[in-house]
Protein backbone atom coordinates (compact mmCIF):
# COMPACT_ATOMS: atom_id res chain seq x y z
CA UNK A 1 0.00 0.00 0.00
CA UNK A 2 2.93 2.33 0.84
CA UNK A 3 4.34 1.66 -2.19
CA UNK A 4 1.49 1.96 -4.52
CA UNK A 5 0.77 5.39 -2.84
CA UNK A 6 4.78 6.79 -3.65
CA UNK A 7 4.20 5.63 -7.22
CA UNK A 8 0.56 7.39 -7.44
CA UNK A 9 2.30 10.64 -6.43
CA UNK A 10 4.99 10.62 -8.38
CA UNK A 11 3.27 10.11 -11.17
CA UNK A 12 0.81 13.01 -9.74
CA UNK A 13 3.90 14.81 -9.26
CA UNK A 14 5.22 13.75 -12.72
CA UNK A 15 1.64 15.23 -14.60
CA UNK A 16 2.12 18.69 -12.79
CA UNK A 17 5.14 19.42 -13.85
CA UNK A 18 4.68 18.93 -17.85
CA UNK A 19 1.50 21.07 -16.94
CA UNK A 20 3.66 23.65 -15.68
CA UNK A 21 5.74 23.60 -18.90
CA UNK A 22 2.79 22.74 -21.09
CA UNK A 23 0.44 25.60 -19.98
CA UNK A 24 2.42 28.20 -18.81
CA UNK A 25 -0.38 31.09 -19.72
CA UNK A 26 -2.73 29.44 -17.83
CA UNK A 27 -1.14 28.98 -14.62
CA UNK A 28 0.14 32.07 -14.97
CA UNK A 29 -3.25 34.24 -15.13
CA UNK A 30 -4.37 31.51 -12.29
CA UNK A 31 -1.44 32.63 -9.85
CA UNK A 32 -2.08 36.28 -10.97
CA UNK A 33 -5.68 36.40 -10.26
CA UNK A 34 -5.28 34.38 -7.35
CA UNK A 35 -2.51 37.15 -5.74
CA UNK A 36 -5.04 39.65 -6.60
CA UNK A 37 -7.96 37.92 -4.98
CA UNK A 38 -5.81 38.44 -1.92
CA UNK A 39 -4.73 41.50 -2.08
CA UNK A 40 -8.69 42.18 -2.56
CA UNK A 41 -10.43 40.12 -0.18
CA UNK A 42 -8.26 37.87 2.01
CA UNK A 43 -5.71 40.10 3.10
CA UNK A 44 -8.73 43.24 4.24
CA UNK A 45 -11.09 41.07 5.28
CA UNK A 46 -8.50 38.73 7.64
CA UNK A 47 -5.35 40.45 8.76
CA UNK A 48 -6.77 43.02 10.79
CA UNK A 49 -8.61 40.17 13.16
CA UNK A 50 -6.33 38.06 13.04
CA UNK A 51 -3.94 40.20 14.92
CA UNK A 52 -7.03 41.79 17.01
CA UNK A 53 -7.56 38.00 18.09
CA UNK A 54 -4.77 36.46 18.76
CA UNK A 55 -3.64 39.74 21.19
CA UNK A 56 -7.16 39.38 22.99
CA UNK A 57 -5.50 36.00 23.96
CA UNK A 58 -2.25 36.96 24.04
CA UNK A 59 -3.00 39.78 26.74
CA UNK A 60 -6.29 37.96 28.10
CA UNK A 61 -8.76 41.00 27.35
CA UNK A 62 -11.49 37.80 25.54
CA UNK A 63 -12.53 36.53 28.69
CA UNK A 64 -13.07 39.91 30.24
CA UNK A 65 -14.69 41.08 26.40
CA UNK A 66 -16.75 38.08 25.86
CA UNK A 67 -17.84 37.52 29.67
CA UNK A 68 -21.30 37.99 29.27
CA UNK A 69 -21.61 35.50 26.23
CA UNK A 70 -18.95 32.90 27.57
CA UNK A 71 -20.90 32.03 30.76
CA UNK A 72 -24.40 31.09 29.49
CA UNK A 73 -22.17 29.42 26.36
CA UNK A 74 -19.99 27.42 28.87
CA UNK A 75 -22.58 25.55 30.45
CA UNK A 76 -24.58 24.72 27.51
CA UNK A 77 -21.34 23.71 25.74
CA UNK A 78 -19.83 22.02 28.96
CA UNK A 79 -16.50 24.32 27.93
CA UNK A 80 -14.18 26.41 30.12
CA UNK A 81 -14.93 30.18 29.74
CA UNK A 82 -11.59 30.47 28.15
CA UNK A 83 -12.19 27.84 25.35
CA UNK A 84 -15.84 29.43 24.70
CA UNK A 85 -13.99 32.71 23.88
CA UNK A 86 -11.92 30.43 21.23
CA UNK A 87 -14.84 29.62 19.76
CA UNK A 88 -16.36 33.31 19.41
CA UNK A 89 -13.51 34.61 17.91
CA UNK A 90 -13.16 31.88 15.51
CA UNK A 91 -16.49 32.31 14.03
CA UNK A 92 -16.37 35.52 13.71
CA UNK A 93 -12.35 36.35 12.33
CA UNK A 94 -12.40 33.49 9.67
CA UNK A 95 -11.21 30.29 8.98
CA UNK A 96 -7.41 30.50 10.14
CA UNK A 97 -7.97 32.46 13.30
CA UNK A 98 -9.21 29.04 15.50
CA UNK A 99 -6.89 27.27 14.30
CA UNK A 100 -4.15 30.05 15.20
CA UNK A 101 -5.50 30.35 18.75
CA UNK A 102 -5.51 26.81 19.69
CA UNK A 103 -2.45 25.99 18.31
CA UNK A 104 -1.24 29.28 21.03
CA UNK A 105 -3.07 26.89 23.54
CA UNK A 106 -1.40 23.63 22.81
CA UNK A 107 2.01 25.53 22.44
CA UNK A 108 1.76 26.14 25.57
CA UNK A 109 0.91 22.98 27.02
CA UNK A 110 -2.86 23.95 28.49
CA UNK A 111 -4.68 21.88 25.88
CA UNK A 112 -3.85 18.78 24.49
CA UNK A 113 -3.48 17.85 20.67
CA UNK A 114 -6.47 15.38 21.00
CA UNK A 115 -8.92 18.23 22.13
CA UNK A 116 -7.68 20.66 20.25
CA UNK A 117 -8.60 18.60 17.32
CA UNK A 118 -11.70 18.24 18.66
CA UNK A 119 -12.50 22.05 19.23
CA UNK A 120 -11.07 22.40 15.42
CA UNK A 121 -14.63 21.24 14.05
CA UNK A 122 -16.55 24.15 16.12
CA UNK A 123 -13.88 26.79 16.16
CA UNK A 124 -13.64 26.64 12.08
CA UNK A 125 -15.88 29.18 10.10
CA UNK A 126 -16.20 32.46 7.56
CA UNK A 127 -16.16 35.57 9.03
CA UNK A 128 -19.15 38.20 8.54
CA UNK A 129 -17.35 40.56 6.55
CA UNK A 130 -16.65 38.03 4.00
CA UNK A 131 -19.92 36.41 4.16
CA UNK A 132 -22.26 39.21 4.11
CA UNK A 133 -19.72 41.63 1.54
CA UNK A 134 -19.14 38.57 -0.81
CA UNK A 135 -22.10 35.74 -0.76
CA UNK A 136 -24.46 38.60 0.53
CA UNK A 137 -23.47 42.13 -1.55
CA UNK A 138 -22.05 40.32 -4.72
CA UNK A 139 -24.06 37.56 -4.99
CA UNK A 140 -27.19 38.16 -4.58
CA UNK A 141 -27.37 42.04 -4.34
CA UNK A 142 -28.38 42.07 -0.37
CA UNK A 143 -26.71 42.17 2.80
CA UNK A 144 -29.71 40.82 4.52
CA UNK A 145 -29.28 37.64 2.24
CA UNK A 146 -25.32 37.84 3.72
CA UNK A 147 -26.71 38.09 7.21
CA UNK A 148 -28.72 34.76 6.40
CA UNK A 149 -26.13 32.97 4.94
CA UNK A 150 -23.37 33.75 7.94
CA UNK A 151 -25.82 32.94 10.75
CA UNK A 152 -26.75 29.35 8.83
CA UNK A 153 -23.31 28.84 8.90
CA UNK A 154 -22.97 30.20 12.91
CA UNK A 155 -25.77 28.15 13.77
CA UNK A 156 -24.40 24.79 12.13
CA UNK A 157 -21.50 25.63 13.91
CA UNK A 158 -23.23 25.87 17.26
CA UNK A 159 -24.72 22.53 16.60
CA UNK A 160 -21.19 20.66 15.66
CA UNK A 161 -19.98 22.20 18.63
CA UNK A 162 -23.10 20.69 20.93
CA UNK A 163 -22.45 17.38 19.25
CA UNK A 164 -18.40 17.22 19.99
CA UNK A 165 -18.16 18.81 23.38
CA UNK A 166 -20.70 17.10 25.24
CA UNK A 167 -20.14 13.93 23.75
CA UNK A 168 -16.97 11.98 25.33
CA UNK A 169 -14.73 13.52 27.85
CA UNK A 170 -15.05 16.90 29.22
CA UNK A 171 -12.37 19.49 27.47
CA UNK A 172 -10.21 20.83 29.83
CA UNK A 173 -7.82 23.55 30.03
CA UNK A 174 -4.65 23.18 32.58
CA UNK A 175 -3.30 25.70 34.53
CA UNK A 176 -4.86 28.80 35.35
CA UNK A 177 -6.44 31.81 33.68
CA UNK A 178 -4.15 33.93 31.34
CA UNK A 179 -3.60 36.89 33.00
CA UNK A 180 -3.93 40.50 31.89
CA UNK A 181 -1.07 41.55 29.70
CA UNK A 182 -1.38 45.23 28.01
CA UNK A 183 2.28 45.71 27.37
CA UNK A 184 3.99 46.63 24.02
CA UNK A 185 5.59 43.39 24.02
CA UNK A 186 2.48 41.68 23.67
CA UNK A 187 0.81 43.92 20.73
CA UNK A 188 4.40 43.30 18.97
CA UNK A 189 4.37 39.69 19.13
CA UNK A 190 0.74 39.57 18.43
CA UNK A 191 1.26 42.02 14.97
CA UNK A 192 4.07 39.45 14.43
CA UNK A 193 2.17 35.74 14.86
CA UNK A 194 -1.01 37.64 12.44
CA UNK A 195 1.36 38.65 9.94
CA UNK A 196 3.15 35.03 9.63
CA UNK A 197 -0.99 34.15 8.97
CA UNK A 198 -1.58 36.20 6.70
CA UNK A 199 1.41 35.28 4.77
CA UNK A 200 0.86 31.20 5.14
CA UNK A 201 -2.69 31.81 4.28
CA UNK A 202 -1.63 34.42 0.56
CA UNK A 203 1.05 31.50 0.16
CA UNK A 204 -1.41 28.48 0.56
CA UNK A 205 -4.36 30.49 -1.51
CA UNK A 206 -1.57 31.30 -4.51
CA UNK A 207 0.18 27.70 -4.56
CA UNK A 208 -3.43 25.79 -4.82
CA UNK A 209 -4.74 28.46 -7.83
CA UNK A 210 -2.06 26.76 -9.89
CA UNK A 211 -3.19 23.58 -8.96
CA UNK A 212 -7.00 24.66 -9.50
CA UNK A 213 -5.76 26.19 -13.23
CA UNK A 214 -4.13 22.51 -14.01
CA UNK A 215 -7.42 20.46 -13.18
CA UNK A 216 -8.95 22.85 -15.40
CA UNK A 217 -6.56 22.71 -18.14
CA UNK A 218 -6.80 18.85 -18.11
CA UNK A 219 -10.54 18.57 -18.35
CA UNK A 220 -11.61 17.44 -14.70
CA UNK A 221 -13.53 20.25 -13.68
CA UNK A 222 -15.28 20.35 -16.52
CA UNK A 223 -16.11 16.73 -16.17
CA UNK A 224 -17.27 16.97 -12.74
CA UNK A 225 -19.28 19.93 -13.91
CA UNK A 226 -21.07 17.66 -16.33
CA UNK A 227 -21.91 15.34 -13.66
CA UNK A 228 -23.47 18.54 -11.32
CA UNK A 229 -24.94 19.86 -14.40
CA UNK A 230 -26.86 16.14 -15.23
CA UNK A 231 -27.52 15.98 -11.26
CA UNK A 232 -29.52 18.88 -11.22
CA UNK A 233 -27.29 22.08 -10.38
CA UNK A 234 -28.41 24.17 -12.77
CA UNK A 235 -26.30 27.16 -14.18
CA UNK A 236 -23.85 26.74 -10.95
CA UNK A 237 -23.05 23.13 -12.37
CA UNK A 238 -19.53 24.62 -13.39
CA UNK A 239 -19.04 26.99 -10.65
CA UNK A 240 -19.91 24.31 -7.48
CA UNK A 241 -16.52 22.10 -8.31
CA UNK A 242 -13.79 25.38 -8.42
CA UNK A 243 -15.82 26.89 -4.97
CA UNK A 244 -15.14 22.78 -3.11
CA UNK A 245 -11.46 23.73 -3.90
CA UNK A 246 -11.22 27.48 -3.15
CA UNK A 247 -14.31 29.33 -1.10
CA UNK A 248 -13.10 32.41 -2.60
CA UNK A 249 -14.55 31.51 -6.03
CA UNK A 250 -18.15 31.58 -3.98
CA UNK A 251 -18.46 35.38 -5.82
CA UNK A 252 -19.07 33.88 -9.20
CA UNK A 253 -22.28 32.02 -7.78
CA UNK A 254 -25.32 32.87 -10.26
CA UNK A 255 -28.74 33.52 -8.52
CA UNK A 256 -30.04 30.58 -10.58
CA UNK A 257 -32.94 28.63 -8.66
CA UNK A 258 -33.37 27.47 -5.05
CA UNK A 259 -30.43 26.21 -4.77
CA UNK A 260 -28.17 29.47 -4.90
CA UNK A 261 -28.24 30.05 -1.33
CA UNK A 262 -28.01 26.53 -0.23
CA UNK A 263 -24.50 26.19 -1.99
CA UNK A 264 -23.13 29.73 -1.41
CA UNK A 265 -24.11 28.21 2.55
CA UNK A 266 -22.93 25.02 2.54
CA UNK A 267 -19.81 25.38 0.30
CA UNK A 268 -18.99 28.12 2.97
CA UNK A 269 -19.33 26.03 5.96
CA UNK A 270 -16.92 23.61 3.95
CA UNK A 271 -14.50 26.22 3.41
CA UNK A 272 -12.50 24.74 0.44
CA UNK A 273 -9.91 22.54 0.46
CA UNK A 274 -7.13 25.15 0.12
CA UNK A 275 -8.57 26.36 3.72
CA UNK A 276 -8.32 23.35 5.02
CA UNK A 277 -4.69 23.13 3.96
CA UNK A 278 -4.11 26.22 5.03
CA UNK A 279 -5.39 25.34 8.56
CA UNK A 280 -3.18 22.85 8.52
CA UNK A 281 -0.08 25.11 7.57
CA UNK A 282 -1.28 27.53 10.10
CA UNK A 283 -1.66 25.30 12.87
CA UNK A 284 1.83 23.78 12.19
CA UNK A 285 0.87 19.98 13.12
CA UNK A 286 -0.29 21.09 16.71
CA UNK A 287 -4.34 20.62 15.91
CA UNK A 288 -4.85 16.96 14.37
CA UNK A 289 -7.64 18.29 11.25
CA UNK A 290 -8.95 14.60 10.97
CA UNK A 291 -12.12 15.16 13.17
CA UNK A 292 -12.25 18.62 11.15
CA UNK A 293 -12.63 16.89 7.69
CA UNK A 294 -15.52 14.81 9.14
CA UNK A 295 -17.31 17.34 10.80
CA UNK A 296 -17.53 19.40 7.95
CA UNK A 297 -19.86 17.08 5.87
CA UNK A 298 -22.93 17.18 8.14
CA UNK A 299 -22.33 20.95 8.91
CA UNK A 300 -22.26 22.02 5.27
CA UNK A 301 -25.91 19.88 4.73
CA UNK A 302 -27.22 21.94 8.06
CA UNK A 303 -25.86 25.64 6.44
CA UNK A 304 -27.24 24.49 2.77
CA UNK A 305 -31.00 24.04 4.62
CA UNK A 306 -30.58 26.70 7.16
CA UNK A 307 -30.17 29.13 4.24
CA UNK A 308 -33.33 27.92 2.23
CA UNK A 309 -35.26 31.51 3.79
CA UNK A 310 -32.45 33.90 1.55
CA UNK A 311 -35.26 33.60 -1.40
CA UNK A 312 -37.70 34.89 0.48
CA UNK A 313 -36.18 38.02 1.27
CA UNK A 314 -37.67 40.98 -0.36
CA UNK A 315 -34.80 42.72 -0.83
CA UNK A 316 -32.77 40.08 -2.47
CA UNK A 317 -31.57 40.53 -6.27
CA UNK A 318 -33.51 39.61 -8.82
CA UNK A 319 -31.35 39.84 -11.80
CA UNK A 320 -28.10 37.38 -12.41
CA UNK A 321 -25.23 37.60 -11.01
CA UNK A 322 -23.48 38.50 -14.55
CA UNK A 323 -19.80 36.71 -14.66
CA UNK A 324 -19.03 39.33 -17.10
CA UNK A 325 -19.49 42.26 -15.14
CA UNK A 326 -16.56 44.72 -15.28
CA UNK A 327 -13.24 43.13 -13.24
CA UNK A 328 -12.16 45.20 -10.60
CA UNK A 329 -8.38 46.55 -11.57
CA UNK A 330 -5.66 44.34 -10.12
CA UNK A 331 -4.02 47.01 -8.02
CA UNK A 332 -7.21 49.06 -6.45
CA UNK A 333 -6.97 50.84 -3.65
CA UNK A 334 -7.62 47.50 -1.47
CA UNK A 335 -4.80 46.27 -3.27
CA UNK A 336 -2.25 49.05 -2.74
CA UNK A 337 -2.92 49.21 1.00
CA UNK A 338 -2.69 45.27 1.23
CA UNK A 339 0.56 45.19 -0.23
CA UNK A 340 1.72 48.59 2.35
CA UNK A 341 0.56 46.23 5.13
CA UNK A 342 2.75 43.27 4.02
CA UNK A 343 5.69 45.24 3.64
CA UNK A 344 5.16 45.97 7.04
CA UNK A 345 4.14 42.97 8.38
CA UNK A 346 7.69 41.62 6.69
CA UNK A 347 9.93 43.87 8.60
CA UNK A 348 7.94 43.47 11.59
CA UNK A 349 8.79 39.32 11.28
CA UNK A 350 12.26 40.35 10.39
CA UNK A 351 12.82 42.86 13.31
CA UNK A 352 11.19 40.17 15.69
CA UNK A 353 13.10 37.46 14.71
CA UNK A 354 16.46 39.37 15.16
CA UNK A 355 15.09 40.16 18.86
CA UNK A 356 14.46 36.74 19.57
CA UNK A 357 17.86 35.18 18.49
CA UNK A 358 19.10 38.35 20.18
Known sequence: MGAARKYLLSGLLLCAAAGVILCPAELSAAVRNSVSGCLEVVIPALFAFTVISIYMQRSGLYLMAFAPLTKPLSRLLRLPEELCAVYLLANIGGYPVGARLLSELVKSGRLSKKDAGRMLCCCYGSGPSFVIGTAGTEVFGSAAAGGVIYAACLVSSLVVALVV??????????????????????????????????????????????????????????????????????????????????????????????????????????????????????????????????????????????????????????????????????????????????????????????????
Do not use: H
Open 165 to 358: CRAGERITLSGGENRLDLSADCFVRSVDSGARVMYTVCAMATAFAAVTALLERSGITGLISWLLENAGFGGNADRVFPAFLEVTRVRGMLLDGVLAAPLCAGLLSFGGVCVIMQVMAVSGGLVPVGGLLISRIPAALLSAVLAFPVKFLPDAAQEVYSANAPAVEAFSVNAGLSVCVMIMAAILIISVSRMTSE
